[in-house]
């Protein structure tokens, strides 16, 4: 059988750099190929020239044995590609179904949308696919980010697409609707499409790859079947050489102090009565479905949203009114938001400007910002934490995923908390980057930093976390340590009650 | 492990709680129209306890012909604002507009008509150009029509230097015809209504909202930026070319100078019907509620017998209890959804 789609020796370059110097690739109709890479091996410029946002400068593409070269992401569409986007491509003011039928509505007589058909058209596609609920009508702007991630698959999938691009689609979704997403994924290739799957996740890649491509450093270096290849092998592609570990060595630090001790803490009817203590030294996890508690418990800490109950941090009573007050001095909170490219960064500003804009006062005198002082704390956290960015002055949106979430970090570190609430940190970031991010986690705790992590992935909280709490329903379920500490357990303990209801 | 087999259940009171945050967050979200609708009521209210006869359809045939013109100019801008931008030339293509009907419009009926239809042409070409300029060079809305409402300006002053010329009687009496009771005025504001509810949804009202909402998404999904400017910004030209023709029935003379007086209150009244500066919403059932709500106060200023300078001032006040009141009740909502 012929491959549907083939590269070969694609290349691109932006100005002076080169984003792929020989891209090949070859999948056929009717298997899930998992494409995998570090951030900055290139895929996204590659994937997006599939989509025909960018247009490659050498090398071709062919499409079902046609030479292919759409000219805008309008022609790749209609060539039967369809992407979903890591940057999600949606319109903030429509509602869900105008959002996935955007510039394809059906049209009545007088060139109007038929509201009617519209709704058909979507519950149909909703229920062809299994969707999770989401209501057809309400406007995206107030939808979580998950469920905007599952509104960009439905557009996708609206065109029948002959091939479907997930970029680390799973990476926004909760533990149910990745399950969803993997099944659908393997449907859709049982049913003769090819699904071109990116993700940092390897255990998602084994489950429902059939093939597997590894790019580095702008060029394809490996590809092999699934089924005949083991996962050191895969990172050694990625990394060029063999991954020490992912995780760092876990070494209990935690004293008996209490940073952080929350009794009877809620925020509306979304949490209620967590009794939790985070310990000086102490990485504690937080787990639990999407949407039962762990992002309230997170904004409440930090400010956002009123909260209820009592919280002492470091022994004192304290009420957080807000970010400002969170922030403030050692004693205070820092957070890494869960949308980092809205929330956490500003990606037109340079790097520098991005880590010390919450500190501004550390190198102020008499109302006047100190450069030296400033470029001193600016060069000292770009030196600790690798962050790969060619000077100080470089915008912070042209580094890659990893970086951008390097200068979160900093930004937090330089804030001088040595509380930190970690919400999703390592989120559509590069497995070199996230081994980095852990240890960093472990040696922070080490020097008696606080932290609360949650993770999306659960192998994350099971590796790096001393103990996990559970959420369920907006209570806490359990709290995990040891040999109790697993994923499996973990998965108990945030569905067991559900599954009695 | 599946999970995706799993039935997530919450219990009874859960779903209560959540079914009345769920309205009170719908009612929330609507907010942005259903205050300038009680600030309307209360604005008539107090105009009915001061004056005998305020609710006939008298009253609403002489209020609509005197919030005609703004509603027509508030129009063209308020499908700017969807898009995300401005319109300030709509001052200068009124004035225009006013010059060529009063001195282009002779007394030969058919050659008014002409000329009539040419005025709206100019309108829409006019407005293109500046949608075209806006994309080409690349440059703020604001300015680009800055540019345009000072050319356009001028050129109606080389045209007519003061206000003055005449206009077919005829022409005139469109103010007082009436049909079914109901004076040529309200008629045009029902056309305008059935307008609004056929554009916004045809594909490009939905288009120019979605632009407005977020133009990066909106391009990757097709729309072309040239195009979509030129519809809209040509649309607010054509609208302010009806305004101008609409004022010289009432008027029944040209004014080089007039149009001014509709670049700012076109976009008060968007603004207190919910419309959102940054684009993507809102829709034209808020403006005219605005643009009423902005006839009312001259109304009651004429009723008080204070001085006419007291009309900018409420106004202003009105502006930004609806601007803040919209911009509280959207964080609550936000709040109470996410």
């Known amino acids: 059988m012929t491959d549907l789609l083939t590269a070969a020796a694609v290349t691109k370059s932006y100005g002076g750099i080169t984003a792929l110097s020989r891209a090949d690739f070859s999948a056929r109709a009717g298997e899930v190929h998992a494409l995998l890479g570090e951030n900055g091996a290139g895929k996204s410029t590659f994937i997006q020239i599939l989509a025909g946002a960018v247009r490659p400068d050498g090398g071709q593409v062919h499409l079902a044995g046609s030479l292919y070269r759409p000219r805008n992401p309008q022609a790749a569409q209609d060539a039967g590609i369809s992407p979903v986007f890591q940057e999600l491509s949606l319109i903030p003011d429509l509602t869900v179904e105008q959002n996935i039928w955007f510039r394809r509505e059906p049209l009545s007589?007088?060139?109007?949308?038929?509201?009617?058909?519209?709704?058909?058209?979507?519950?149909?596609?909703?229920?062809?696919?299994?969707?999770?609920?989401?209501?057809?009508?309400?406007?995206?702007?107030?939808?979580?980010?998950?469920?905007?991630?599952?509104?960009?698959?439905?557009?996708?999938?609206?065109?029948?697409?002959?091939?479907?691009?997930?970029?680390?689609?799973?990476?926004?979704?909760?533990?149910?609707?990745?399950?969803?997403?993997?099944?659908?994924?393997?449907?859709?290739?049982?049913?003769?499409?090819?699904?071109?799957?990116?993700?940092?996740?390897?255990?998602?890649?084994?489950?429902?790859?059939?093939?597997?491509?590894?790019?580095?450093?702008?060029?394809?270096?490996?590809?092999?079947?699934?089924?005949?290849?083991?996962?050191?092998?895969?990172?050694?592609?990625?990394?060029?050489?063999?991954?020490?570990?992912?995780?760092?060595?876990?070494?209990?630090?935690?004293?008996?102090?209490?940073?952080?001790?929350?009794?009877?803490?809620?925020?509306?009817?979304?949490?209620?009565?967590?009794?939790?203590?985070?310990?000086?030294?102490?990485?504690?996890?937080?787990?639990?479905?999407?949407?039962?508690?762990?992002?309230?418990?997170?904004?409440?800490?930090?400010?956002?949203?009123?909260?209820?109950?009592?919280?002492?941090?470091?022994?004192?009573?304290?009420?957080?009114?807000?970010?400002?007050?969170?922030?403030?001095?050692?004693?205070?909170?820092?957070?890494?938001?869960?949308?980092?490219?809205?929330?956490?960064?500003?990606?037109?500003?340079?790097?520098?400007?991005?880590?010390?804009?919450?500190?501004?006062?550390?190198?102020?005198?008499?109302?006047?910002?100190?450069?030296?002082?400033?470029?001193?704390?600016?060069?000292?956290?770009?030196?600790?934490?690798?962050?790969?960015?060619?000077?100080?002055?470089?915008?912070?949106?042209?580094?890659?995923?990893g970086n951008q979430q390097k200068v979160i970090f900093g930004k937090m570190l330089l804030t001088e908390a040595r509380i930190l609430l970690l919400y999703d940190p390592t989120r559509g970031i590069d497995v070199g980057t996230k081994g980095e991010i852990f240890q960093l986690m472990r040696d922070l705790a080490a020097k008696g930093y606080a932290i609360l992590f949650y993770s999306s992935d659960l192998a994350e909280l099971v590796h790096v976390a001393d103990r996990v709490a559970v959420l369920r329903n907006g209570r806490l379920a359990a709290i995990l340590e040891g040999d109790d500490n697993s994923e499996r357990q973990i998965l108990r303990a945030a569905m067991i009650e559900t599954r009695a209801a | 492990?599946?999970?995706?087999?799993?039935?997530?259940?919450?219990?009874?009171?859960?779903?209560?709680?959540?079914?009345?945050?769920?309205?009170?967050?719908?009612?929330?979200?609507?907010?942005?129209?259903?205050?300038?609708?009680?600030?309307?009521?209360?604005?008539?209210?107090?105009?009915?306890?001061?004056?005998?006869?305020?609710?006939?359809?008298?009253?609403?045939?002489?209020?609509?012909?005197?919030?005609?013109?703004?509603?027509?100019?508030?129009?063209?801008?308020?499908?700017?604002?969807?898009?995300?931008?401005?319109?300030?030339?709509?001052?200068?293509?009124?004035?225009?507009?006013?010059?060529?009907?009063?001195?282009?419009?002779?007394?030969?009926?058919?050659?008014?008509?002409?000329?009539?239809?040419?005025?709206?042409?100019?309108?829409?070409?006019?407005?293109?150009?500046?949608?075209?300029?806006?994309?080409?060079?690349?440059?703020?809305?604001?300015?680009?029509?800055?540019?345009?409402?000072?050319?356009?300006?001028?050129?109606?002053?080389?045209?007519?230097?003061?206000?003055?010329?005449?206009?077919?009687?005829?022409?005139?009496?469109?103010?007082?015809?009436?049909w079914l009771g109901l004076s040529s005025s309200v008629w045009l504001l029902l056309l305008l209504l059935a307008f609004w509810f056929w554009f916004k949804r045809t594909r490009l009202g939905i288009s120019i909202r979605a632009t407005g909402s977020n133009e990066r998404s909106a391009f990757l999904s097709g729309v072309s930026p040239l195009g979509i400017n030129v519809a809209t910004y040509g649309l607010s030209g054509l609208f302010a070319a009806l305004a101008a023709l609409y004022l010289t029935t009432q008027t029944g003379a040209g004014s080089p100078t007039i149009g001014k007086d509709y670049i700012l209150p076109s976009v008060a009244a968007a603004v207190i019907g919910g419309i959102s500066l940054f684009g993507g919403r809102g829709g034209l059932v808020g403006t005219i509620i605005g643009a009423y709500i902005l006839t009312i106060i001259g109304n009651l200023v004429f009723v008080l017998e204070v001085s006419s300078y007291w009309q900018p001032i409420v106004s202003g006040i009105i502006l930004l209890i609806a601007v803040l009141a919209s911009s509280i009740a959207e964080k609550s909502a936000r709040r109470s959804l996410t």
């Open chain 1, 109 to 401: 007589v007088a060139r109007t949308v038929r509201a009617r058909a519209l709704r058909e058209a979507t519950e149909a596609l909703f229920a062809r696919h299994q969707f999770p609920t989401i209501r057809p009508d309400q406007e995206l702007r107030r939808l979580t980010l998950a469920d905007r991630q599952l509104v960009e698959i439905a557009k996708a999938l609206s065109s029948d697409p002959k091939v479907l691009i997930l970029d680390e689609a799973t990476s926004a979704l909760g533990p149910r609707e990745t399950d969803w997403l993997l099944g659908l994924s393997q449907g859709l290739a049982r049913a003769g499409t090819l699904v071109i799957y990116i993700s940092h996740r390897l255990g998602e890649v084994r489950q429902i790859a059939d093939r597997i491509t590894v790019f580095r450093n702008g060029a394809t270096v490996a590809a092999y079947d699934t089924k005949a290849v083991d996962d050191e092998t895969i990172i050694a592609d990625m990394l060029g050489r063999r991954m020490d570990r992912l995780y760092p060595e876990r070494k209990p630090t935690a004293t008996e102090r209490v940073a952080v001790r929350l009794r009877g803490f809620g925020v509306g009817h979304r949490l209620d009565g967590i009794d939790l203590d985070l310990r000086e030294g102490e990485v504690l996890g937080v787990a639990g479905m999407q949407g039962h508690g762990q992002r309230e418990l997170f904004q409440a800490l930090f400010g956002i949203g009123g909260a209820r109950g009592s919280v002492e941090i470091w022994g004192k009573t304290k009420t957080i009114r807000g970010p400002r007050q969170a922030l403030t001095g050692r004693d205070g909170l820092a957070l890494v938001p869960e949308d980092r490219r809205n929330h956490g960064l500003l990606l037109s500003r340079s790097v520098r400007e991005n880590l010390t804009l919450s500190v501004i006062s550390r190198f102020t005198r008499f109302g006047i910002t100190d450069p030296k002082r400033e470029g001193k704390l600016v060069d000292e956290m770009i030196s600790a934490l690798k962050i790969k960015a060619g000077t100080p002055e470089q915008l912070a949106g042209t580094l890659s995923g």
């Open chain 2, 1 to 178: 492990m599946t999970m995706a087999t799993l039935e997530h259940q919450p219990d009874g009171a859960a779903t209560r709680q959540g079914r009345a945050a769920f309205w009170r967050g719908r009612l929330l979200a609507q907010a942005s129209l259903i205050i300038p609708c009680l600030m309307l009521a209360a604005l008539l209210a107090l105009y009915g306890s001061l004056r005998e006869g305020v609710f006939t359809i008298d009253e609403l045939n002489l209020d609509t012909a005197a919030a005609m013109t703004l509603l027509l100019a508030a129009t063209g801008q308020t499908i700017v604002l969807l898009r995300g931008g401005i319109d300030l030339s709509i001052g200068g293509m009124i004035s225009l507009g006013t010059v060529l009907a009063a001195t282009r419009f002779g007394s030969d009926p058919a050659q008014a008509a002409a000329w009539a239809f040419g005025i709206a042409a100019i309108g829409a070409l006019v407005g293109a150009l500046n949608g075209a300029l806006i994309t080409v060079l690349r440059l703020q809305p604001f300015l680009v029509t800055l540019a345009t409402w000072s050319i356009l300006s001028g050129t109606a002053m080389i045209i007519l230097p003061t206000d003055g010329g005449s206009l077919p009687a005829g022409w005139m009496k469109f103010g007082f015809s009436q």
